[in-house]
C-alpha cells in the first residue's frame, strides 16, 4: 500500500494512487448501476438550460444544498458570547459533532460544546433523564458559570419542555437553585443559524431581565447613558467586534458588548489552555437593562431580540444590515453619534477619506461587472450596498434564509440606484437555484461562502469568499468587514480575485501580455 508510517500521503495524493483508483472503479462498476457517460452529459447540458431553470425555479418541496445551517448552530455561537459559558444542546451528539466541527474549521479553534446524548431510547420516553444527568456532568466536569441551552431536533419533536426539566434537574441536585441556566427552543427542522442565534439571545435577555423563569423578582431597570452592543451572527465577529471596541473607545463612551465572542475563537498559543475566554460577563449581563439604547448590527439576526427589549424594557432599538463601506459605516457613526452625543473623532474621519481614496484609486475594476451574492440576508445587503458604491452590479441576490419582506426591502434599495437595474433578489432559494441563474443569466464573479467553489467549478464563475462559513482559506475571520477600515479589507478582497482573472487572461507572451500586465 502507498501509505505507510515512513512515508505518509496527503489523501489528494493517496486518492490519486493506482490501488484507490482500481477501488473507486470497481466500486462504480458494481454498486452505482452507473448509466452511459454520453446520457449524463446530455442531461447535464440540459440542467444548464432556460428550460431546466424554469423547472429548477417551480419546484416546492426539495432543498438542495441551501446556503444556511441549522437553528443550535446559531444558538451555540450565541452561548459563547458570555463569560465561562458553555453551551448545552438537548439533542444527540453527533448534531453536536457537527456544530463543533463547523466552527472548529471556521475560526480554526477548538470550540467547546456539549449535549444531554439523547439516542433511541430518549427519542421515545423524552430526555428528561438525560438532562439531569447532562447537566449535573456538565457542572462538575467543567465548572462554567453559566450554562445555555438549546434544543435539536429530536428534543423538538417529542416535545420536551426545556423549562420544566431543568427546573426538575435542579430539584434533583444537577445544579444550585440559584445557577444561571438560560435556555431557548431551536428546532432545526424550522428557520435557520440566525433565527437560533435570535432565539438563544432573547433566551438570555430573558432570564437575566424577566426573573430568571419565575425563580426571583424582575429587574428594576435604573436608566443611565451606557450602549448596548449587538454583533449578531457574524462570521467576522473576532476582527469586527474589535474594530467596533475601537471606534467606541476613541469616541469615549460607555457601551457593553452584548455576546462576545472575539476572544474564546481568538485564544493566544501562550502554554495555557483555556476552555473559556473572553465574553460578557453576568455582572455586564445585568446592568445592560439600565442602558439608553441597543444597538444590533444585524437586523434579520436579532428582530425577536430586539422586538423583546424595545417592548419589555423600552430602550430605544436600531438595527443595521451588517453596514459595510462609506456610506452604511457614515450612517452607524452618525447614529451612534445621535444616540451618545459625542462627535465622530478625526482619527475615524481621516480613515473614511483613506477609503474613499482606496476606492476612487480602484473602482474603475469593480465598475460595470456583474456579481451574484449569497449568504445571510444582512450580509447581502450589506455586500450589494457596497457593490454599487464601487460601480459594481449585484445581478443575483440570494438568502435560503431571507424572507419576501426581506426580499422587497432588498428590491427597494436595488431599484433606488442605477447599478441595481436588472438585478434580483431571491429569498427562500438555494444554491442550485443559484447555479440555474449563474448559466443563464451570466455575472462575472460570485461571492459567498466555501461551497461556492463547486459553483466555481460548474460554471465557471470565479469565486470571491465571504460569509460563513469559510473552511478552504485561513484567518479571514481576523479582518473586520465594519467600518472604514473593514470596507478596505472587502475592496482588497474583491480586487484581488478581479486581478488573479485578468492575469489568467493575459499569460500568453506576445499575444494577450500587452503592457500594464504587472501595473493593475
Partial sequence: MPQNADHVLDHFDLFRQPEYREMLANKKKNFENPVAEAEVQRVVEWTKTPEY???????????????????????????????????FVHGSQGCVAYYRSHFSRHFKEPS??????????????????????????????????????????????????LNAFIKTAKDKGSLPMSYDVPFAHTPAFVGSHITGYDNALKGVHEHFWGGKAGTVEKLQRVPNETINFIGGFDPYTVGNLREIRRIFDMMGFEYTIIADNSDVWD??????????????????????????????????CTEKTMKYIEEEWKHETVAFNHPIGVKATDDFLL????????????????????????????????????????????????LAQFLMENGGEPTHILATNGSPKWAEKV????????????????PLRDLWHMRSLLFTEPVDFLIGNTYGKYLERDTGTPLIRIGFPIFDRHHHHRYPVWGYQGGLNVLVWILDKIFEEIDKNTIVPAHSDFSYDIIR
Avoid: W
Fill in 53 to 87: 431553470r424554469e423547472k429548477n425555479f417551480a419546484r416546492e418541496a426539495l432543498t438542495v444544498n441551501p446556503a444556511k445551517a441549522c437553528q443550535p448552530l446559531g444558538a451555540v455561537f450565541a452561548a459563547v458570547g458570555f463569560e465561562g459559558t458553555i453551551p
Fill in 112 to 161: 467547546s460544546c456539549v449535549s444531554s446524548s439523547m439516542t433511541e431510547d430518549a427519542a421515545v420516553f423524552g430526555g428528561l433523564n438525560n438532562m439531569i444527568d447532562g447537566l449535573a456532568n456538565t457542572y462538575n466536569l467543567y465548572k462554567p458559570k453559566m450554562i445555555a441551552v438549546s434544543t435539536t431536533c429530536m428534543a423538538e419533536v417529542i416535545g420536551d419542555d
Fill in 267 to 300: 485564544t493566544p498559543t501562550d502554554g495555557t489552555f483555556r476552555m473559556f475566554d473572553g465574553g460578557t460577563t453576568i455582572d455586564e449581563m445585568v446592568a445592560a437593562v439600565n442602558s439608553k439604547a441597543t444597538v444590533s448590527m444585524q437586523e434579520y
Fill in 335 to 382: 447614529e451612534i453619534s445621535r444616540l451618545t452625543g459625542k462627535a465622530v473623532p478625526e482619527q475615524i474621519k481621516l480613515e473614511r477619506g483613506r477609503l474613499v481614496d482606496a476606492m476612487a484609486d480602484s473602482s474603475s475594476h469593480i465598475h460595470g461587472k456583474k456579481f451574484a451574492i449569497y449568504g445571510d440576508p444582512d450580509l447581502c445587503i450589506g
Fill in 411 to 426: 428590491q427597494a434599495m436595488l431599484d433606488a440606484n442605477p447599478f441595481g437595474k436588472n438585478c434580483h433578489v431571491y
